[in-house]
Structures are given as C-alpha cells and as structure tokens.
C-alpha cells in the first residue's frame, strides 16, 4: 500500500517542523510548498554586513516543549547558547532595566509612579463591581488586574503601537494570552523571581543558536530533506480544489512554469484566510465576509549597519511612549554574543503599522531618519556613521485581536475543519500571536495524531487545539 501524500503550505517554523515530524515517523510522504526562496518564514535569518539578521527580535524560551528542545539541541549541538536577558524599557523618560529587578526598580522608577502603583494596589483590594462579559476589553481586564497606573503609563499606549486599536477596541483574550503578569500579584512574583535564591528556573534566560535565530530553522530544513521530506520553493499557490475522489488539487507557479501536483491531504501555517481564499470550490459568502472582518498587523523592520563593533550592552529596548512611532530596538550580535566581525553592528528597530500607513510607502532613507530620530528623543542617539539601511516589510506579521473577532475566526475555523482533508496550524494558521516553541509544539502535536497509515486522528487534534488556547506570548 502506498503512503499518504500531505502537502504542506508554508517553510515556516510550523510548516518545518511537521515536515520533519512526519517525514522522520514514515507514516506519510511529505510536499512542503513554500513561496519564498528559502526556509524559516519570520523565523529566519539572512546575511547583513557579515552578521546574521532576524527579522526582529526573537528567543527560544526555557518554556519550550521538552521534546522539541531535545530535537533542537540535537540539530544545533554547541551553537545553541543559553543567554541571559539583557534588555530594558523606556517608561517616564527613564531607563529600566528588564527582565524587572527590585533593586533598579527601586533606583529607577519615577516617584509619582511608583506612589500611584501603591495606590493602586490598595484600591485592588476594595471589592468592586465586575463588568458583564459582553462589556469586557482588553483594557477592562488588565486595568482592574494591573491598576490605571502601569496601564495608562506602559500597556495601553504599548497595546495601541503594536495593534493599531485603543484598549476599548481589543478583545480580552488579547490580554489574557498577551501578557504574563496579569495582576500586580503576578508581577510582584516575578520582580521577587529576580532575587539570589528564589529564582525560579529559566527566569531571565532564554535560548538563542550562535549564527542567528534562523540556525532553529536551517536544522529542520535539512533534518527533514534527511526524512525524505520534499520541498518547493518559489511556490505561489493559486488555487487548491478538493475533488469530489476526496483528492486535493493545488496548482501553483514557479517562476514562469505553471505546476499542479496531487495529494490525500492539506496541511496549512498560511494566513488562515489565504487559505480560504485559495480553495476551490469558493467558500460560502458568509465565510469570505468573516475573512474580510479577520485583520493582521502589518510591520516594517528596519535595520541599520553602524561602524562600530557595538552599540550598547542591552539586548533589546522597549519603547512604550507614544513619541516614539518604534516599539523596540534589538542587536543582533548581543543575542550571540559575538564580537565579530569588529568595527560594525547591526540595529534592527521595529515599527507596527498598516499597509495604509504613510510609513509603509517611505523610502529607506526616510525609515532611516526616523529610527534615529526616534533614538535621539529617547537618550541614546546614533554615535557613529550610518553605513547602510536595510528594510524589511512584513504585511501580516500579527493577528489583531480586535473585540468580536472571536465569532468571525470561530465560524471561519468550523468551515474549515468540516473538511476532513485539511488541517491548519501555527500562527497564521490558528490566527494565534504565539512564540516559535508555541508553533513548533503544534506542529509536532499535529504529527503525533498521524496513525500507522498517515491518518490524521481528530479527536485527539482537539485535545491538542484545547491545550494551544492555553499559550501566552513571551517577550
């Protein structure tokens, strides 16, 4: 009997990592069409001035299922570093240091800030009236957790650069898997989790490859190929069409060369409403109006070469004030801490925006002369020459968590789960704003439920999906 044939849509972290889950158990044939030229999706990196760029910040947490880091640490052997976390945040005009620390908050806090956190804690603990579900908001739900004052001074005005929306406008899930400390209890524990003694494992810690956060990805691409996985890249899908032999149809373009290849079963990580867009035949109108409700965030990032071997010791800033359009700036080298090559870095700021947005259609000079304004405003200016100014522009970077999108995605994720040859996941796929341990743990949840015979199980798939609602985004 011949094997199953998946196709899987997307080399992203989700995508590569179900290709090489699968292809390693033999329990099916595996077709990976990515439309890129290369593997990693926003989980890759690339060569910038003789130093490996990622497109933004991004960790490998201690949080990170045990078996996936297993794998990891296998495929990367010694270039995978445990490294501590070295960043802060600009709150008040002042620098504090973050992860948070009693000793510099105590140094580094504004004093009409730390009085109105007293308050408002004291204020948490009269008994008060809870708002009716309906009227919930992402800003109704970390105020009475967190109080008015580090909401109104740091997440609120934080919240409205990354998702373009005011609090009263996005969802409470928004807050409950977006941020960590949602009470000033919680945050009080992981202040006090800094402390000699008390900290609890992997606390400031995070995991970060030697050549880039894309090394994660390179060694997934290669395991796979290993497994016998197959990969097309410059894939543009332009329609799948699910025939009624139960045979999936995908016809896509490489180049000038139109292609259709044939298989038993879809595996998505793309945008959950391209995908909807793509099938054949058309989904019913009220499915194409829901994805048109669904919103992602789109983001600029951009990168400066500087001649100097390093910019600062932070790892990364966080930029919460309103006056500064970016949101954080990170350097490449201090993740990997290295000093090579010498006399040059890399920053990488980024900046949420809409497609629609005047930034988006700037030319790179202007984004460049933005991001150092911005630097200046903030204290810590451009010291040295800029060499070169790279962009990147990602059109869906993030979902947007926006109120009442929980019915839209809802309605969208029954639609497609009614077809017994499609599965979607990862953080497109499942509309979700997840770390990469977060979208790599789906897709080896999603081929632990292959049978013996390439069949997926789908009971034990929603086991799983109930467990993915559990995920919050770390930083």
Not at 226 to 250: H, T
Not at 284 to 310: G, H, K, W
């Given at each position: ?193 800094s402390l000699p003694g008390i900290r609890p494992q992997g606390f400031g810690h995070f995991f970060y ?152 259609s700037m030319s790179e000079d202007e984004l460049g002369n933005l991001v150092a304004g911005d630097l ?77 015979q390439g069949v997926l199980d789908r009971e034990r798939w929603q086991q799983h999906r109930q467990q ?8």
């Open positions: 009997m011949s094997q199953r044939r998946i196709a899987i849509l997307g080399a992203g972290p989700a995508g590569l990592g179900a290709a090489y889950r699968v292809a390693d158990s033999g329990r099916a044939a595996v077709t990976v069409l990515e439309r890129q030229a290369t593997a990693g999706g926003l989980a890759g990196s690339f060569e910038l001035a003789g130093i490996q760029a990622d497109f933004g910040s991004h960790r490998l947490h201690p949080s990170c299922d045990p078996g996936v880091l297993q794998d990891i640490r296998r495929l990367l052997g010694n270039d995978l570093l445990e490294r501590p976390r070295h960043g802060r945040i600009r709150l008040r005009d002042r620098w504090i240091r973050f992860p948070l620390r009693p000793l510099d908050l105590a140094r580094s806090l504004a004093p009409a800030f730390s009085l109105g956190v007293a308050a408002d804690a004291a204020r948490g603990m009269l008994p008060r009236p809870q708002p009716a579900a309906e009227h919930e908001t992402f800003g109704t739900v970390l105020e009475r957790g967190l109080g008015r004052t580090i909401c109104r001074d740091f997440y609120f005005p934080y919240a409205e650069k990354l998702w373009g929306l005011a609090p009263d406008r996005l969802s409470p899930v928004q807050a409950r898997r977006r941020v960590q400390a949602g009470s000033l209890t919680k945050l009080v524990r992981k202040v006090l989790g490859p030697r050549n880039g956060f894309g090394q994660i990805t390179d060694g997934l691409h290669q395991a796979a190929e290993r497994a016998g996985a197959r990969f097309e890249f410059g894939a543009n899908v332009e329609s799948i069409r699910l025939r009624q032999d139960d045979a999936v149809l995908i016809d896509y373009r490489q180049g000038d060369t139109s292609r259709r290849m044939e298989f038993d079963d879809l595996w998505s990580t793309i945008p959950v409403t391209a995908l909807v867009n793509l099938l054949q035949p058309a989904a019913p109108p009220e499915i194409t109006a829901a994805c048109e409700m669904i919103r992602f965030r789109s983001m600029i990032l951009i990168y400066l070469v500087l001649d100097q071997t390093r910019f600062s010791e932070f790892d990364a800033h966080y930029f919460p004030e309103r006056q500064i359009a970016i949101t954080r700036l990170s350097e490449p080298k201090n993740y990997a801490a290295r000093d090579d090559p010498p006399g040059r870095t890399v920053l990488c700021a980024e900046l949420p925006c809409s497609t629609a947005d005047p930034c988006w200046h405003r903030s204290g810590i200016g451009l010291q040295s020459k800029i060499e070169r100014i790279v962009t990147r522009r990602l059109p869906q970077a993030y979902p947007i968590y926006a109120r009442g999108y929980e019915a839209q995605f809802a309605a969208i994720d029954a639609w497609l789960g009614s077809m017994h040859r499609i599965l979607t996941f990862g953080r497109q796929g499942l509309f979700a704003h997840d770390n990469t341990h977060h979208t790599l743990a789906m897709a080896y949840a999603a081929a632990a439920c292959l049978s013996a993915f609602e559990s995920h919050v985004v770390e930083d």
